[in-house]
């Protein structure tokens, strides 16, 4: 299973951009997605993820201002990242798991808000 992450880039705060994700490969349903991020020297964070149900979590930190949403024919993920924060600076990876069996990792997407 390989994932394809893009969308990333340079806003200035208080901008949108929106993180795209596509699965390829053998990929056993049901599975859930999810949007992490990371910057230098901390650990990764959960910043959205979304079921098989399309029953949705997020950060407190981007609740109100980040959609994750899913496109099961296309084994992709989205987010939608409005009214963005410099501290919302970051690499942005996506993940496809299914509890118990699998957890795949995109690349990264390089997501910088700054003026």
């Known amino acids: 299973v390989q994932l394809q992450a893009s969308g990333g880039g340079l806003v200035q705060p208080g901008g949108s951009l929106r993180l795209s994700c596509v699965a390829s490969?053998?990929?056993?349903?049901?599975?859930?997605l999810g949007w992490y991020r990371q910057v230098p020297g901390k650990q990764r964070e959960m910043v959205a993820a979304?079921?098989?149900?399309?029953?949705?979590n997020y950060a407190d930190s981007v609740k109100g201002r980040f959609t994750i949403s899913r496109d099961n024919a296309k084994n992709a993920v989205y987010l939608q990242m409005n009214s963005l924060k410099p501290e919302d600076t970051a690499v942005y990876y996506c993940?496809?798991?299914?509890?118990?069996?699998?957890?795949?990792w995109g690349q990264g997407t390089l997501v910088t808000v700054s003026s």
């Open positions: 490969g053998s990929i056993q349903s049901p599975y859930a």
């Open positions: 993940n496809i798991y299914r509890t118990g069996f699998y957890s795949y």
């Open positions: 979304i079921t098989n149900g399309a029953t949705t």
